[in-house]
């Protein structure tokens, strides 16, 4: 799976898919996916996925 499509999979209202995308981006280590991540630790409704 893509970068891209890791880092859209972030704004899925479904929080299972927030999740993976976020574990799977972790995997990666790819330091373009770190704003995006801080943005979901920051703001995503489900406190499970700060």
């Given at each position: 799976?893509?970068?891209?499509?890791?880092?859209g999979e972030l704004n899925?209202?479904?929080?299972?898919?927030?999740?993976?995308?976020?574990?799977?981006?972790?995997?990666?280590?790819?330091?373009?996916?770190?704003?995006?991540?801080?943005?979901?630790?920051?703001?995503?409704?489900?406190?499970?996925?700060?």
């Amino acid at each position: 799976m893509s970068i891209e499509t890791l880092l859209g999979e972030l704004n899925s209202s479904n929080e299972r898919i927030r999740l993976r995308a976020m574990f799977q981006l972790g995997i990666l280590g790819d330091p373009a996916a770190i704003p995006a991540l801080e943005q979901v630790h920051n703001n995503d409704p489900v406190p499970q996925l700060k």
